[in-house]
């Protein structure tokens, strides 16, 4: 980017152009900054171009309709036209005794969920660095990274087959030692542990890429190193592969964290039944129930703000938080 | 990781559990598919 050294150089902040040095050509400052590198990756920046487009349309444009939330919503006079109630919908949303289950059981699902099923995919990726084997580490990652393909519409069939109390291989098993059948998937004393433990089963794998793809970045020396000093494999895995996935992990508990109050609508919808609302209904099911089943727009959309203001101050206070710590986070 | 090739007797134990636990792990993935596919090839009372 050119300027005119005798009319813009005095009033030129360097702050604008982070990237780089500004130069001075012939009277002329040349700005090597961000949009000179913009310029540079220009393929790259078109590449990014259909993420933007994605995001801008299914994501920010939308942002328009959260003010149904403050509104007395009417199809016929639209979203801006129908009147303002401020925050009405809110004050009839908390005074709602079904409201404040709903949030206590998506919080606990997700607690449960961020303590058993984060640490798993970093434990299953530490345990498969240190198979020797190359095929058989192989075939394992391939497997584990199987149920993710599968939408839950079909695990939850899957599932109400294997859990059956009549045909289900977990009740043959309890039948076999003479002990009485369960109904999981209709139990309320069951049915969370069941969705934590599901939730695990398809995503471990997964959710393993990302740590042994920073493994797989460690340099070799460390390692070497270690030998030399004498450490012993779990010394080496303490003082070398933990430390570095550090990074890592920080990033994905920042994303966990902000995550607890977005619980995983699929899962929830295809699994639960009227015999365990009581502690299975969640925030997004609930809105599906409440909006789309009983047209209540307004509430609906009252419930999806107040989530996600909580979801974005979780992930601020995450973020400092883990910076404050190790000095790694997202912003 | 590097292979270290003088294994003490901790490590072949550990290779070892950590070989079984993986195809225990491997068993508890697939088994459901495994499941659905045979009641699926069978006369399924459910």
Redesign the interface.
């Known amino acids: 980017m050119i300027f005119n050294i005798s009319t813009k150089k005095d009033s030129l902040d360097q702050k604008l152009f982070k990237g780089g040095p500004l130069k001075v050509e012939n009277n002329i400052v040349i700005a090597k900054g961000r949009l000179h590198s913009y310029v540079k990756y220009k393929y790259l920046m078109l590449m990014l171009l259909p993420a933007l487009v994605y995001y801008i349309v299914f994501h920010y444009v939308p942002i328009y309709g959260l003010l149904i939330a403050f509104k007395d919503f009417k199809f016929i006079e639209g979203i801006w036209a129908s009147p303002w109630v401020g925050f009405e919908h809110f004050k009839d949303l908390f005074a709602l005794g079904s409201f404040w289950e709903v949030l206590r059981n998506t919080i606990i699902i997700s607690i449960y969920k961020l303590i058993w099923g984060f640490p798993a995919p970093i434990i299953?990726s530490l345990?498969?660095?240190?198979?020797?084997n190359v095929h058989?580490k192989k075939?394992?990652q391939t497997?584990?990274y199987?149920?993710h393909f599968l939408s839950w519409v079909i695990?939850g069939g899957?599932?109400l087959?294997?859990l059956?109390p009549?045909?289900?291989?977990i009740n043959m098993i309890l039948r076999y030692f003479k002990l009485e059948p369960v109904f999981f998937m209709a139990n309320p004393r069951w049915f969370r542990s069941i969705l934590v433990t599901t939730g695990i089963?398809k995503s471990v794998?997964w959710g393993s890429v990302i740590y042994i793809a920073s493994?797989a970045a460690i340099n070799?020396e460390l390692?070497?190193a270690c030998?030399i000093d004498g450490a012993?494999?779990f010394q080496?895995a303490l003082h070398v592969?933990i430390p570095s996935l550090i990074p890592v992990i920080s990033i994905m508990l920042i994303f966990a964290v902000g995550g607890v109050i977005n619980d995983d609508f699929d899962q929830v919808f295809n699994m639960y039944n009227e015999a365990v609302y009581k502690v299975a209904d969640v925030l997004s099911t609930y809105i599906y129930r409440v909006g789309l089943e009983s047209m209540q727009f307004e509430r609906a959309t009252a419930v999806g703000l107040f989530k996600n203001v909580i979801a974005f101050t979780l992930i601020s206070v995450a973020n400092s938080i883990t910076k404050k710590i190790n000095e790694y986070g997202i912003w | 990781?590097?292979?270290?090739k003088n294994k003490?007797i901790?490590?072949l134990v550990?290779?070892t559990c950590?070989?079984i636990?993986?195809v225990l792990?491997?068993f508890?993935?697939?088994?459901?598919?495994l499941?659905?596919l045979s009641?699926s090839f069978t006369d399924?009372?459910?």
Do not use: C, H
């Open positions: 299953l345990l498969l660095n240190e198979i020797y058989f075939v394992i497997i584990s199987l149920p695990l899957i599932f087959q294997v059956s009549s045909t289900g291989p089963w794998g493994l070799p390692y070497e030998t012993n494999r080496k592969s | 990781m590097t292979k270290n003490s901790s490590g550990f290779d950590n070989m636990f993986m792990f491997s508890s993935i697939l088994y459901p598919f499941y659905i009641v399924n009372p459910a």
